[in-house]
Structure formats: structure tokens, C-alpha cells
């Protein structure tokens, strides 16, 4: 099952390499690369005579009423349909068609162009092939529009580190408060663990209200005093939520087996505890090693008598890995089980051997998030699967044994955790919980309103203590209780009336920052703030959010070797290896479409092309060392990598002490703890507010101070708006000030020199793409996929991010690529051009060398006053005899 909903698996039809032509094909695969060539040629000469007719005919016709003769929407009068699947659905088919236009030539090569300024075109296919868009990268850039809000942001106190109770007051067991502060350098709990373990424990006092709750009439009630309470967490990223169920669960099952009277010794055997749930595998595996981590430590009075706790077993199940090794674990019995929903509902349903007999508590990690993946069925069948094994534990009496202890909680204890309360959630809540208590880092709540009323308030407080800071009382009251500009009920992050998320609040350390760049200056702005953030702090370490795997997979190629010097043989080579690419379908349609274990991908991208071109992406590296950035390393991750390099990325970046980049999609931006990432860049914009939340929450953990940079096209400069009224306030940086910084870095002396560095970056990265077959392939799959994912942005916000407002010649730059749009969609353009003109020069001076070998008689009359001395010219055959051999002169 795919855990990775933000993965885009574009299909990138259009990219394919074409068919051979008929003869080609009739000739078969044996044939070199330069006969397809000719006879390609051959059948592109007839194609051309064709269209050169076609094109006539169209236009005359209405379909000659393309895209490029309508008028271009007034950006500021669009209004749509908020909320509407048709608009979504229509705006992907637009994206569809504009994408095919481009593929099909004609008009609608010069329509994507042509959607904005700047670029020319030529409007004939034929004049257009092969031709190189080389454009000023400080010319014909929209305005950049001035922003409301500039200047630095001051630091603030933070707002998610540890505060100055302790783990012991709370109530847990002190090994365990011994082996935090001595093994995982944890001594003080944070706001959300001092409100949620006592709930947890069944220990709250303000909990113990006479409200017992449960639903398991065989339990004497009067023996225990505690409250037991399905529980609702929700907290800033970055905040300990993880520990915060995970310290009540493992104190409460080391109690239950150090009070247990009967019933033998806790053992593995006893089956499964806890199920934590997470929506990426990931997450699951950093939920299984923290496990692992806490079940290290030893109890028992005295040093002497202190033991492991052998028997206390975490595990994991997760999509990817053996199911026969997963259910060999499960077998052998797991205590605390991380998992991913769809393995875990596979496990359920077919291992006869996995015991939930006893299982007491369900943790849903990222609820939002598994709802918004679509598991909301699976999480059904899960629960039903649950109740029933549940109703065979009830029927053991007795509470002597560690499985019945009243240690544990009477009844499965549902916990829901969460970094927003949206209303999925609020829903999921409302279903599953039973007698539940919301618990905030604030406060400790009996139910989703009172929780969301408080959130509301406190993000209205700040609201105005920002506008009167900045001199504005009153202009955002409309913001004050989650309404759009209108006063309708459509919230601009796209969710309907009452979504509120109410207390959208990152941790206060955390310095936003937002960059308005022009298209064609991205890709060179995101190298200098890389560069610049390196140098300041060059340990640093980065993660740079991508729309979709292609753009990720393309990035990372690109910054790893973009400064690779492409020598001519190696640029010949390259581009020989790509004209043997265009010719060879047998391997693959150039479908971007992959599945989730990216096998497909695989054989894509090891393809072998026999050491040309230069460095290609495998499949196999954990991670690149860069040579645009000297000494830094370089990881990617997305969905539609292998597992096992899915799961080494995670862990050598995370453990990483050096200066690294990842480049990501979406499925690191949840619950993913990174230690000491400094530093986030949004390069894609998120595609709804939770997502720019968990984006930056990757960094400023714990207290500890982040940076977070948040590229918008200047087209979108009105999301600044939304995120201000959401309380998320980045401050405004210039993409001169980052690229002149980077300028000086490099030795730049001249104010003037920040641009021609900047371009000399650019036309370094063109001729790295245009020499290295990998390179252009990726380009070209990242642009595609990159105006698909476009078209995702929810609804309500498509009057900021519609695919109309893009200048796809501006953003083909962004991804070096001198091809006109039309070409990269058509599959071809100007490294094929060139291919073949290379191919036909090569062809051209065999067959001169053919003919020159050839024997050949000089007649008297050819006789020059330069074919002195050889007198066998006058009489006979005349060899061509290499340079250095006496030579006549002019014999070449
Ligand atoms: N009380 C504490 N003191 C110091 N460090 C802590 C404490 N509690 C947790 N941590 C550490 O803080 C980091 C972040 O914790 P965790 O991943 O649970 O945060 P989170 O709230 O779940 O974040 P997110 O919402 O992004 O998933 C972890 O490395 C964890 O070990």
C-alpha cells in the first residue's frame, strides 16, 4: 500500500522517447543507432511534407482558435469555484491539454509559451525544432510585487522545549525517569508530555472527575483509582508527542508485570500490547527505534539486582519489507508494534499466530494525516478486527496475571495525536474515542470544542497583537475567527466552514523567511541560499521540499554534479547515448508512472549507457558527494524509492553530523524527527497549510533555533496574505540580498558581479544538461511533473496557484533546460537535434573517407601547381597516405 499520498506518479507519456519508424522497426533491434538515424530522417521528411499541409489546412479551421489566440485572464478579476472537484478535475485536464498542446507543435507550442511574456518563439514546428532558448536571466521577469511585511524577525523565546517540571512528579515509574535523564539526556518534561502522561497513567487528578468510563463490566471498578480516558493530543511539531504516549505505555506494562501474582512471568507470548500507527513507514520506523531505545533500560532495586526487560519486545510491520520475516516476528510475539495500517490490517486478516488478545492501547500517530491518505476505511476494518479478539480476552476473570493486571487500562485506550484539529480529526474523534480528553500543551480539555474554542482565542490574541504591532487594529478581523476575506465560509487554506484549525501556531523559535523569485531565477536563488547557509553554518543541515519525486529525483542529480565541466567527447558521448535512447523503446515507455516500490524506476534509471554522458543517478546510493557544493553530501527521498534505500536515506541523514541536503517530497514533512536540521526551504510551495506546519516543523525541535526559507513565484505573493491571517508570519528576504550574499562569498567584488555569477551558475547547469543524458532526462520528467503537481493546490486556493499563471518557458529555465516547452513536451528538442546533426556530420565524413579511398586516376588536367615532385600522379593510382607521410598538401 502506498504510505505516501504527496507522491505525484505522474505519467510523463509525453517525455517518451518516439517510436522508430517503420523501417527502423522492420529492420529490428540489431540495427545501429546511426541506420535508425537515417531512416528516422527518412520518415521525418515525409512527416514534415505532411504537416507542412496539415498545418495549412488547420488554419483555417476552428482548432486554430489554440490557446495562444485567447486572451490571458486578468490575474486580479479570476475568481473560482472554491471548494469544487469540477474545478480540480478541470484544472488537471487543463494542465492535460496545455501539456499536449505543447507535445503536438503547431499553435500550441507557441500557447505554453506564450503564457506570458519574454520568451520567443517561433510559430512554425518546423522553424522551432532544435532551436536553444538562451534568455537573460535578469530580463523580462514579472514585478515582484512589494510585500506588507519586511525586515528581520526577532528571535523568540521558544515555545517547544522542555520545561522546568519533572518526569517523577508526573507519576512515572523512577527506572524509568533514571534511564531518560542518563541514557537519552532527557531530564524535564515538555508542556504536552506534563499534560498528557498523568491522562495517560490514569493518574490526572483533574481527570479523576467519578466518570470511570470503560466498558468492561468483569473488572472490579472499586479496586482501582484510576481514570481511564481515550485520549486526544495535540501540540506544535516538534514538541515530544511521541514520548508522551510512549513513557505511559511502557511504565504501565512494567507495572502490570511487576505486581503480576499468577499466571507465570511476562513473556513475549502474551502477544501485542500497543499497535502505534503511523501513515508513513518512516514514522513507523523512528516510532520502533525510540521503543527500542526506552525497553534498553534496566530495572530493579539495587545495581546488582538490576535486568533487561527481555520480554519486552517492540516490532515493526510496514509495507516493503518481507511479510514472511514480519510474520516470524509476530509469531515470536511483539510487545509494541509500530506499523504502517495497510501491513497491519494484512497481518490481522492472514497471520494466524499474531496475538491482540491482549492489546490495550491504539495510538494513531498523524490522525490527520492517515485520514487524508485515504485509510479511514482500513482503520474501520482494523477496529472491528480489534473488538472482536478484544471480546475473547474479557472472558479471562481475575486480575493476578500480568495480562489482566489493574495496571494496565481496563479497555483498548484510543489515543488520536495530532498537530492540528481539523475537522477530520474532530470527526474521527468524535467516532472513535471513548470518554476522551483533549489535551493541548495549554491545557487539559473534556471535549473538541472546548479545545478548538481556546485555540481560536489564542490565535485571535495573537492576531491582534500582531496588527497592533503593526499599526493595522481591525484590518484582519476577518481572520480573527478563521473566515476568508469575503466573510464566506471557505477558509483560504481550503477547507469548509468550521475548519477551523483555530491555533495554527509553529514554535516560536522558528525564523520564517519568504522569497518572491522570478522563474528563471529559482534554480540559481536556491543554490546561492544553499551556498549561503553552508558558509554560515557549514555544518548545517538542510531539507529542501520538492512538489513531486521527478522535481526531487532531478535536484538532487543536478546539485550533486552540476558543476561537472562537460568536455565536448563527453558531451558527444552523452548525447550519442541519448539518440540511442530516442531510438530504443524495448525498455521502457518513458512512463513516469512507477509503483511504490519504484522497481520500474529502477531499471530506468540503471539503465545502463555504458559509462557515457557522464555521472547517471543509480539506484543504489545513499547519498552523492556534491561538487556544486565542495564537502557536502546529498540524500533524496520519496515514495517511489526501494524501501531499503528508503529506510538507509532516513538513517544516515538523521544521524548525519555533517553538512547535508535532503531533497524531498511530502513524506518527510510528518512526525520525521531529524536531529539537528537547521534549516528548511520550501522550494514548491505546500499544497494546504498542514503541510507548510509540518514542512518547517522538521526543524526548530525542541527548542532548539531553525530556519525556514519558503520560495513563492511572484504570482503567489498573496499566499503571504494567507499564511499572515493563519498567525504564520514570514518575514520578506529579496532574492538579491541572498544572491548577492552568495556572490561576495565566492569572491565577488563588483555589486554588479552577483548577477553574472549568478548566470555563469546557470549556464553551468545548461551545459551540464545539455551534455549528460541523465540530466536532460530528469529535466525534462521534473518540469512535466512539476506543472502537474501544480494543478494539486487545493481549490480555494487556485486563485494563487493556478497552472494559467505559470510562465512555462520561464519555469523551463528553473530546470536548465534551454528547450522550449513544446519541446521538452514533445519528447525531443534541441540535445536531439543536435544528436542528429552530429549523427549526419559523422555520416557525411565517413562516406567522404569512403570515397577517398578509393582508387582514383588524376587526369592531366587536374595536375596543380602543388603536386610537385611525386611524378606517379601523372601515371597512376593515388592513395591517400596519412599526415606526417610526405604529404602533397592537398590531398585532404
Ligand atoms: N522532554 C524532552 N526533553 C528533551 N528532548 C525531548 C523530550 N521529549 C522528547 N524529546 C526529543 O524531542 C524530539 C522530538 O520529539 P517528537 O518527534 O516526539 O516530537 P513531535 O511532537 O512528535 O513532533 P512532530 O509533530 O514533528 O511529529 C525527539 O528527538 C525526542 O527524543
Given amino acids: 500500500m502506498d504510505d505516501d499520498g504527496l507522491i505525484f506518479n505522474f505519467a510523463t507519456t509525453n517525455i517518451a522517447p518516439p517510436k522508430p519508424s517503420a523501417a527502423a522497426a522492420a529492420k529490428g533491434k540489431s540495427q545501429r543507432w546511426k541506420d535508425r538515424v537515417k531512416s528516422r530522417q527518412a520518415a521525418k521528411h515525409e512527416a514534415t511534407k505532411q504537416e507542412q499541409h496539415d498545418t495549412q489546412n488547420q488554419k483555417n479551421t476552428a482548432a486554430a482558435a489554440s490557446f495562444k489566440e485567447k486572451p490571458m485572464p486578468q490575474r486580479q478579476h479570476i475568481k ?51 532551436k536553444q532558448i538562451i534568455s537573460s536571466l535578469f530580463t523580462k521577469n514579472p514585478e515582484i510585487p512589494k510585500l506588507a511585511r519586511d525586515g528581520g524577525q526577532e528571535l523568540r523565546v521558544s515555545s517547544n522545549a522542555a ?18 535523564s542518563s541514557k537519552m539526556e532527557i531530564s524535564n518534561p515538555t508542556a504536552i508530555q506534563t499534560n498528557a502522561i498523568p491522562v495517560l497513567l490514569g493518574n490526572d487528578q483533574a481527570a479523576q472527575d467519578g466518570d470511570n468510563g470503560g466498558d468492561d463490566d468483569a ?47 511476562a513473556s513475549r507470548e502474551l502477544g501485542t500490547f500497543a499497535v502505534i500507527l503511523t501513515p508513513t513507514r ?16 534496566t530495572v530493579g532495586q539495587g545495581a546488582g539486582s538490576k535486568k533487561r526487560l527481555h520480554w519486552m519486545v517492540p516490532g515493526i510491520v510496514i509495507g516493503g519489507d518481507s511479510k514472511q520475516s514480519e510474520k516470524a ?46 485509510f479511514e476505511d482500513t482503520l474501520r476494518k482494523i477496529l472491528a478486527l480489534f473488538e472482536e479478539r478484544a471480546g475473547q480476552r474479557r472472558r479471562v476473570l481475575g486480575h493476578s496475571s500480568v495480562a489482566t493486571s489493574l495496571e494496565l487500562p481496563r479497555r483498548r485506550i484510543n489515543v488520536l495525536c495530532s498537530a492540528t484539529l481539523r475537522d477530520n480529526v474532530r470527526r474521527l474523534a468524535d467516532e472513535a474515542l471513548v470518554n476522551p480528553k483533549f489535551v493541548s500543551a495549554t491545557s487539559v480539555y473534556d471535549n473538541a470544542d472546548q479545545a478548538a474554542e481556546a485555540a481560536r482565542s489564542r490565535k485571535r490574541d495573537r492576531l491582534m497583537a500582531e496588527d497592533i504591532e503593526d499599526g493595522r487594529v481591525g484590518k484582519r478581523a476577518h481572520a480573527y475567527d478563521g473566515e476568508d476575506e469575503d466573510g464566506a465560509g471557505q477558509n483560504e487554506d481550503g477547507q469548509g466552514e468550521g475548519e477551523d484549525q483555530g491555533d495554527f501556531a509553529v514554535p516560536s523559535q522558528l525564523v520564517q523567511k519568504a522569497v518572491i523569485v522570478p522563474a528563471k531565477l529559482r534554480l540559481v536563488t536556491l543554490v546561492a541560499l544553499l551556498k549561503n547557509t553552508l558558509r554560515q553554518q557549514p555544518t548545517s543541515k538542510i531539507i529542501v521540499f520538492l512538489s513531486c519525486k521527478d522535481a526531487v529525483d532531478f535536484m538532487y542529480f543536478m546539485l550533486s554534479y552540476g558543476a561537472t565541466q562537460a568536455d565536448s567527447e563527453q558531451a558527444d558521448e552523452g548525447e550519442a547515448a541519448y539518440a540511442d535512447d530516442l531510438f530504443n523503446t524495448e525498455e521502457g515507455d518513458g512512463n513516469g508512472d512507477k509503483d511504490d516500490d519504484g522497481s520500474s524506476k529502477k531499471s530506468r534509471s540503471q539503465r545502463p549507457t ?31 524509492m526501494q524501501q531499503k534505500q528508503r529506510t538507509e ?23 520525521l524527527d531529524l536531529p539537528n536540521v537547521t534549516s528548511i526551504v520550501q522550494y514548491d510551495a505546500p499544497t494546504d497549510l498542514a503541510s507548510y506546519l509540518h514542512r518547517v516543523g522538521r526543524t526548530a525541535r525542541l527548542g532548539r533555533v531553525g530556519h525556514a526559507h519558503l520560495f513563492l513565484l511572484p504570482s503567489e505573493a498573496a499566499y503571504l496574505t494567507v499564511l499572515s491571517e493563519r498567525g504564520l508570519r514570514p518575514q520578506d528576504e529579496s532574492v538579491e540580498t541572498i544572491l548577492r550574499m552568495s556572490a561576495k562569498s565566492e569572491g565577488s567584488r563588483r555589486s554588479a558581479e552577483w548577477q553574472q555569477r549568478a548566470a555563469e551558475w546557470q549556464l553551468l547547469f545548461e551545459r551540464f544538461v545539455l551534455s549528460n543524458i541523465t540530466a536532460m532526462r530528469l529535466a525534462k520528467q521534473a518540469f512535466l511533473s512539476s506543472i502537474r503537481a501544480y494543478a494539486t493546490h487545493g481549490a480555494a486556493e487556485k486563485r494563487i496557484f493556478h497552472v494559467r499563471f505559470l510562465h512555462f518557458g520561464h519555469l523551463a529555465k ?73 604529404s602533397d598538401g592537398d590531398s585532404d
Fill in 80 to 130: 473560482f469555484d472554491s471548494g469544487s472537484t469540477q474545478e480540480n478535475n478541470t484544472q488537471q485536464q487543463e494542465v492535460e491539454r496545455l501539456l499536449g498542446e505543447m507535445g503536438k507543435g503547431g499553435g500550441s507550442k507557441a500557447s505554453a509559451t506564450g503564457t506570458g511574456a519574454g520568451v520567443s518563439t517561433a510559430s512554425q514546428p518546423s522553424a522551432q525544432a532544435g
Fill in 163 to 180: 520545561g522546568d517540571s519533572s518526569f517523577a512528579g508526573l507519576g512515572l515509574d523512577s527506572d524509568i525517569v533514571g534511564f531518560l
Fill in 219 to 265: 473488572f472490579n471498578f472499586e479496586t482501582s483509582m484510576k481514570v481511564e480516558h481515550d485520549v486526544f493530543i495535540q501540540a506544535a511539531t516538534g514538541s515530544g508527542k511521541t514520548l508522551s504516549y510512549l513513557l505511559p505505555i511502557v511504565h504501565r506494562i512494567l507495572r502490570a508485570t511487576q505486581t503480576a501474582t499468577s499466571g507465570g512471568p
Fill in 282 to 297: 518512516e514514522l513507523a520506523q523512528q516510532v520502533y527505534e525510540t521503543t527500542q531505545t526506552l525497553v534498553n533500560m
Fill in 329 to 374: 516476528r509476530l509469531r515470536k510475539g511483539v510487545t509494541i508494534l509500530a506499523c504502517t495500517p495497510g501491513r497491519l490490517l494484512d497481518h490481522l486478516e492472514n497471520t494466524q499466530a499474531f496475538c491482540v488478545d491482549n492489546l490495550r492501547w491504539l495510538v494513531l500517530d498523524e490522525a490527520d494525516r492517515l485520514l487524508e491518505l485515504g
Fill in 610 to 640: 555504458g559509462g557515457r554522458g557522464g555521472p547517471q543517478l543509480t539506484a543504489t546510493d545513499i547519498h552523492l558527494q556534491s561538487n556544486v557544493f565542495p564537502g557536502v553530501n546529498m540524500f533524496r527521498l520519496h515514495g517511489s
Fill in 649 to 671: 536515506t532516513f538513517t544516515t541523514f538523521s544521524r548525519s553530523q555533517h553538512a547535508s541536503v535532503l531533497f524531498t517530497t511530502d513524506v518527510a514533512a510528518r512526525g
Fill in 814 to 886: 528553473a530546470f536548465a533546460l534551454r528547450e522550449t516547452p513544446a519541446q521538452v513536451a514533445e519528447g525531443k528538442g534541441n540535445n536531439q537535434k543536435a544528436v542528429e546533426v552530429r549523427l549526419e556530420k559523422k555520416v557525411r565524413r565517413e562516406r567522404e573517407e569512403k570515397e577517398r579511398k578509393k582508387p582514383r586516376f588524376v587526369k592531366g588536367n587536374e595536375i596543380s601547381e602543388f603536386a610537385v615532385g611525386d611524378v606517379s600522379a601523372y601515371y597512376g593510382p593515388r592513395v591517400r597516405r596519412g599526415a606526417g607521410a610526405g
